[in-house]
C-alpha cells in the first residue's frame, strides 16, 4: 500500500491527466475531518489561493472553535487558535497592531452566528480589513450535532430530534444577509462545494476577497461556504450533497449579496 | 527627561503605558476605570499606539490575545465586572503564553454591586479566574506613583515570562490625584526579542509559528501544565515585591495591600503615637505572595492583623503562610465601604487588651 504520507507515485499518468493536485501550503498530513466532509475541500481552496497571490509569508490565520479547530495543523503559514466565537475579535487585535499583514479567520455556524454574533457583526461593522470564511453546515459538527442558529425548520439534530420548532427553537439566521447591510462589509457572497464548477467560484471569491485586502480596501470581506457534514447530518457524503442541493442552498441560495459596486 | 506631574491614578497609568511603548488597547467604558480609555483615545494614536473601543470586554481581551501573539506591548483595563467576562481569554492567554497588561480597577460587588472602590475580586486575581490551573503575575500599588511604576514592570514580567501580568487596584486609587514622576525609560533597551515564537507571518524557508491552548492529548497537556507550574514556581522564587514598614520591632502587624494599606499605614503610626509596637507588611506583589517573609515575620510578632475591603480573602494566605505560628485576625469593609484608621486602630487595640488579659490570668 502507499504510504499517503508519501504522496501517490504513478508512471502512467502525465501531468495532464492530473485533476487534483494538493497545493504544497496544504500541509502532507492526514485530515482529521470525515469522509466528504466540506472542510478540506475549503482548506484546499484557501491555500491555493494564498499561494497564487504569493501572501503565504505574510498571513495570519484564525481557527475558530469547532471542527476547523486543528487547521493550524493543514494550513502552513501563521496561525492562532481562537475561542468560540471570538475569532474576528482576534483578527481585529491582530490587524490593529499588524495593518501590513493579511489576517482572516476560518468559522463554523455556531462559532460566527451563535455565540460569536457579536463580535462578527461588531467587526464588519467597524469594516475591519480582513476576510471572514464561514463555513454553514447547519449544525454543530464538533460537538456531534446539535442544532446551530443555521440549522433548517424541520431538521433533526440531536438537541432537534423532533426536527427544528422554529417557534420555540427560533429560526434559521442568515446571518450573511445581515451582513451585506452593514456599510462596514465590502464584499458579501454566499458559495458552496456541492460541485467542481461551485468550487471554482468558490475559489475565484476567495481571490477577489484577499485581493481586496492586499490592496487595503475599505471594510471586510465575508464569503459564506454552504457546506455539508455527513457525519452530523447522518448520511452518506454523496446524500448529503443532494441534501444540501435540495435543502440548504434553498434556504441559503447561492450569489453575491454585495459587491464593491453595489 | 523625567517629568513629575499632578494626575489621577488612572491616568498616571494611561501615561506610562504609553511611556512603556504601548502599541495597543482594547476596552469597554466602565466606571471607575474609563479616564484611562478616555486618556489613552486622547493621547496613544499621537505617540504611536493603535486604540479601540471594542463592543464588549469579551472582545477587548480576544483583541489583547491576537494582538499580544503579534509580541507587540497590549493592554487592556476594566472594573469588575467586566473583568469577570474577560476571564475565559484570559485563561487561553496564560495557556498560550502570552504576555501583556491587565488592569483591573476594582468596584464593590457582587453582581452590579457599585462604583465605590472594593477589594473582593483578590480571589478572582490570584487563584486563576478562568477555567485550569493557570495564575497571572498580580501587582497591587500603593500610591498613584506605584499605579505608573507599577506599569513598567508589568510590561518587563510579562515579556520576561510570556505571562499575563494584572494591576489589581481599586476606584479610590483610580480617581485619587497625585504628585507622579515619570523616569525616563528607553524602551528599546526593555523590549524583548518575541521573533521565535510571535505570529507575524511565516517566514520563508522557517517553520510556521502556532498560537493555541489546545492540547488534545493528555500527556501532552499535562506537560504543558507541568512547564507552566514550573515557571510559576520560578515567579515564587524571583519575583515576590512587598513593602515593611516599622515591622522590625513590631510585637504586632497589619498586612494589608492597596487602599486598605494606606489607611492601616494611617492606623499604626497612630497606634505607634500610643505606644503600641505595631507594624505593617505590604504585599505589592499578590501573586507571588510574600509568604516566606510573612512566615519569618511570625516568629516573632504575638499576633497579625489583615485589613480588607472585603469579606475577607487575603487573609486567607497569610494564614497559609504563617502556618498556625500566631494568630491571624481579619478586619473588613464590604460593598464600596473603606474602613478608617480609627476602626483599624480599635481593631489593634482589641488585640493589645486581649493580649493583656491573657498576660493577666
Ligand atoms: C465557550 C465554549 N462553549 C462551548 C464549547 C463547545 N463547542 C465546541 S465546538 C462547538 C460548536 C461548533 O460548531 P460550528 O461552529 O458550527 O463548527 P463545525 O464543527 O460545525 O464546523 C461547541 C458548542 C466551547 N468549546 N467553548
Ligand atoms: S463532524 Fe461534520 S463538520 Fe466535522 S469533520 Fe465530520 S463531517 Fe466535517
Ligand atoms: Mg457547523
Redesign the interface.
Known amino acids: 500500500m502507499t504510504n499517503r504520507n508519501e504522496g501517490i507515485q504513478c508512471e502512467i499518468l502525465d501531468r495532464m491527466d492530473i485533476v487534483w493536485e494538493r497545493p504544497p501550503a496544504l500541509l502532507d498530513v492526514k485530515m482529521h475531518y470525515c469522509p466528504g466532509c466540506g472542510h478540506s475541500v475549503v482548506h484546499k481552496v484557501l491555500m491555493e489561493v494564498i499561494e497564487e497571490l504569493d501572501i503565504q509569508d505574510k498571513t495570519i490565520g484564525i481557527a475558530p472553535v469547532g471542527c476547523a479547530v486543528l487547521a493550524y495543523d493543514y494550513l502552513d503559514i501563521d496561525m492562532q487558535e481562537a475561542a468560540h466565537g471570538r475569532a474576528t475579535a482576534v483578527a481585529t487585535g491582530i490587524k490593529r497592531v499588524r495593518p501590513d499583514r493579511i489576517v482572516f479567520t476560518y468559522q463554523g455556524d455556531g462559532d460566527l452566528a451563535a455565540i460569536g454574533t457579536a463580535e462578527t457583526i461588531h467587526t464588519v461593522n467597524r469594516g475591519e480589513q480582513i476576510v471572514i470564511v464561514f463555513i454553514n453546515n447547519g449544525i454543530y459538527g464538533m460537538t456531534g450535532g446539535q442544532m446551530a442558529p443555521t440549522t433548517l425548520p424541520g431538521m433533526k439534530t440531536t438537541t432537534s430530534p423532533d426536527g427544528r420548532d422554529v417557534e420555540s427553537q427560533g429560526h434559521p439566521l442568515k446571518i450573511a444577509d445581515m451582513i451585506a447591510l452593514l456599510p462596514g462589509a465590502y464584499y458579501v457572497t454566499r458559495q458552496s462545494v456541492t460541485s467542481a464548477k461551485g468550487v471554482r467560484k468558490l475559489k475565484k471569491a476567495l481571490l477577489s476577497a484577499f485581493q481586496y485586502q492586499i490592496e487595503r480596501k475599505p471594510g471586510t470581506s465575508f464569503i459564506e461556504v454552504v457546506s455539508n457534514c455527513p457525519a452530523g447530518w447522518k448520511m452518506t457524503p454523496i446524500e448529503a450533497n443532494r441534501w444540501l442541493k435540495e435543502e440548504m442552498l434553498k434556504y441559503y441560495p447561492l450569489g453575491d449579496l454585495k459587491t464593491p459596486d453595489t | 527627561m523625567a517629568t513629575k506631574l499632578l494626575m489621577k491614578g488612572n491616568e498616571a497609568l494611561a501615561e506610562a503605558a504609553i511611556r512603556a511603548g504601548l502599541?495597543?488597547y482594547?476596552g469597554y467604558p466602565i466606571t471607575p476605570q474609563s479616564e484611562l480609555l478616555e486618556y489613552l483615545v486622547r493621547e496613544l494614536p499621537k505617540r504611536g499606539g493603535?486604540i479601540?473601543q471594542?463592543?464588549?470586554e469579551?472582545?477587548?481581551i480576544?483583541?489583547?490575545?491576537?494582538?499580544?501573539?503579534?509580541g507587540?506591548r497590549?493592554m487592556t483595563s476594566t472594573s469588575s465586572p467586566g473583568f469577570s467576562l474577560m476571564q475565559?481569554?484570559i485563561s487561553?492567554i496564560a495557556c498560550?503564553e502570552l504576555p501583556c497588561l491587565l488592569v483591573n480597577v476594582m468596584r464593590g460587588g457582587p453582581g452590579l454591586g457599585t462604583i465605590q472602590p472594593g477589594q473582593c475580586d483578590y480571589f478572582q486575581a490570584v487563584k486563576g479566574g478562568g477555567h485550569g490551573d493557570y495564575r497571572m503575575i498580580v501587582l497591587a500599588p500603593g500610591s498613584v506613583q506605584e499605579m505608573a511604576d507599577f506599569v513598567y514592570l508589568g510590561f518587563d514580567l510579562a515579556d520576561k515570562y510570556r505571562i499575563p501580568v494584572l494591576i489589581l487596584t481599586d476606584g479610590a486609587l483610580g480617581q485619587m490625584m497625585e504628585m507622579v514622576e515619570f523616569p525616563e525609560y528607553d524602551i528599546e533597551a526593555h523590549l524583548v526579542d518575541h521573533s521565535s515564537w510571535a505570529?507575524?507571518?511565516?517566514?520563508?524557508g522557517s517553520e510556521?509559528?502556532?498560537?493555541?491552548?489546545?492540547f488534545l492529548d493528555p500527556e501532552i497537556l499535562e506537560n504543558v501544565n507541568l512547564h507552566l507550574q514550573k515557571k510559576y514556581d520560578t515567579i515564587r522564587e524571583k519575583e515576590v515585591r512587598y513593602e515593611a514598614v516599622m515591622t522590625d520591632d513590631a510585637d504586632f502587624i497589619v498586612v494589608a495591600y492597596g487602599l486598605s494599606a494606606r489607611v492601616s499605614h494611617k492606623a499604626i503610626e497612630m497606634g505607634r503615637q500610643e505606644g503600641m509596637k505595631v507594624g505593617l507588611l505590604r504585599p505589592q506583589t499578590l501573586f507571588p505572595f510574600p509568604s516566606e517573609q510573612l512566615n519569618a515575620l511570625a516568629d516573632h510578632v504575638n499576633g497579625i492583623l489583615v485589613v480588607e475591603m472585603s469579606a475577607g480573602q487575603m487573609v486567607e494566605d497569610v494564614r497559609l503562610s504563617v502556618n498556625g505560628k500566631v494568630p491571624v485576625e481579619f478586619y473588613g469593609r464590604m460593598g464600596g465601604m473603606i474602613p478608617a484608621p480609627e476602626e483599624i486602630l480599635n481593631e489593634i487595640n482589641r488585640f493589645y487588651s486581649q493580649k493583656l488579659i491573657e498576660e493577666t490570668f
Do not use: D
Request: charged share 20%.
Open positions: 502599541k495597543a482594547f493603535a479601540l471594542a463592543e464588549s469579551i472582545a477587548s480576544n483583541m489583547v490575545y491576537g494582538a499580544a501573539a503579534t507587540e497590549v475565559e481569554g487561553y498560550a505570529t507575524t507571518g511565516k517566514k520563508k510556521r509559528h502556532i498560537i493555541t491552548s489546545l
